[in-house]
């Protein structure tokens, strides 16, 4: 009992020094990139107007990792330092990202690197399926090999997401709770501190980021949430299989859960993917065919675009949560898969409607 307090104890100072340090340091950040011009330019692809300060996951990166080393316990942190070392390599990418674009094979190449800190030196990556499509413990090279690959998906999944204002801040908030709550009350604490400081270091950021938004994380912040979510998720699969199954916190179908977590950038890059394959453009060429560009056609404002998105996740992340206890993978998946489908169907008829009757009053007209 005395350890569990001491743990809250921790995870509760990091997080609020996380927050301070972002929330604080946030507005500097935006009039230095505003005086040195270091702004993002509206317009063509991009769906804001003006010029606006583009850098500030360098200061949801400088919170996190302060927090992490001034209340990690030494012991934890030991066990955590090629964690903290691979997260760093995605920051450094992603700030020189923000300063000058990087060539794709380059980052895909310092993704690789970071990927294989976390395989080879920190000894995390997917050992089973668990039951799902029968196959259980799989061979080590293929583990290697799939384990690589859902970290880089991951990691550019989610920065992809970041394109309307509170987006990413708010799905990547939502997501490091959840896993950093299950990690604390699962008994692993050190994983806790982890997520839920990043989740507070977001939230001192969103602040700034809520529409009209004063700055945006840049790849610098994406690549970070979406590699310590990768991270996680490994983490969560893995750890679940070691709660009795008459524990509260176990699930059936932990693969779902994962995917439940990150079921935004997910579906969404998939779609995307598919979209500019069938039109036979490059799957990398950027557009406006995301799901939130197609939803805020519709409700033309960030935040109830915004607010829209994140209430349909939770909903989804709660059902989930729901039927994982019960059902398994092989059941749960294929139907999370056909619900996004219908939900993706359900948003082309309603922007059907809306354009066909636009038209005709412009006819009429």
């Known amino acids: 009992m005395i350890y569990n307090i001491l743990?809250?104890?921790?995870?509760?100072?990091?997080s609020v020094s996380a927050f301070a340090i972002s929330f604080l340091f946030m507005p500097m950040l935006i009039n230095i990139l505003q005086k040195e011009q270091v702004l993002d330019e509206g317009g063509k692809r991009k769906i804001h107007k003006g010029y606006v300060p583009s850098m500030g996951g360098i200061v949801i990166f400088i919170a996190f990792t302060f927090s992490i080393l001034a209340w990690l316990p030494s012991n934890p942190f030991f066990d955590s330092k090629y964690v903290l070392g691979a997260i760093s390599l995605i920051a450094l990418l992603g700030i020189r990202d923000d300063f000058a674009p990087v060539l794709p094979k380059q980052k895909l190449l310092v993704q690789l690197i970071a990927a294989g800190i976390i395989i080879f030196l920190a000894d995390i990556r997917i050992y089973s399926f668990y039951g799902f499509l029968g196959i259980e413990i799989i061979p080590d090279w293929l583990s290697y090999i799939i384990t690589v690959l859902f970290i880089i998906f991951v990691t550019n999944a989610?920065?992809?997401?970041?394109?309307?204002?509170?987006?990413?801040?708010?799905?990547?908030?939502?997501?490091?709770?959840?896993?950093?709550?299950?990690?604390?009350?699962?008994?692993?604490?050190?994983?806790?501190?982890?997520?839920?400081?990043?989740?507070?270091?977001?939230?001192?950021?969103?602040?700034y980021n809520w529409h009209p938004a004063s700055i945006f994380m840049g790849d610098t912040g994406s690549l970070v949430i979406g590699f310590v979510l990768s991270i996680c998720c490994i983490w969560f699969i893995n750890l679940n299989i070691s709660l009795p199954n008459e524990n509260l916190l176990h699930f059936k179908a932990p693969l779902s859960m994962a995917a439940g977590v990150l079921l935004l950038p997910l579906f969404d890059t998939v779609r995307v993917f598919i979209l500019r394959t069938r039109?036979?453009?490059?799957?990398?060429?950027?557009?406006?065919?995301?799901?939130?560009?197609?939803?805020?056609?519709?409700?033309?404002?960030?935040?109830?675009?915004?607010?829209?998105?994140?209430?349909?996740?939770?909903?989804?992340?709660?059902?989930?949560?729901?039927?994982?206890?019960?059902v398994s993978d092989n059941i749960l998946v294929p139907l999370i898969v056909i619900t996004c489908i219908l939900l993706d169907i359900l948003l082309k008829n309603r922007l059907y409607r809306r354009f066909k009757k636009r038209h005709e009053r412009n006819r009429r007209a």
Do not use: E
């Open 158 to 207: 989610f920065n992809l997401i970041d394109g309307i204002d509170g987006l990413a801040g708010t799905i990547g908030i939502l997501a490091l709770g959840f896993l950093g709550s299950w990690f604390y009350f699962a008994g692993y604490p050190s994983h806790s501190i982890i997520a839920i400081t990043l989740a507070l270091s977001t939230l001192g950021f969103l602040l």
């Open 279 to 326: 039109q036979r453009v490059s799957p990398l060429k950027p557009d406006k065919q995301h799901t939130h560009h197609q939803v805020l056609r519709l409700l033309k404002s960030h935040s109830k675009t915004t607010v829209l998105i994140v209430f349909i996740c939770l909903v989804m992340l709660i059902l989930i949560t729901a039927l994982a206890k019960t």
């Open 7 to 14: 743990d809250m104890i921790f995870i509760i100072f990091a």
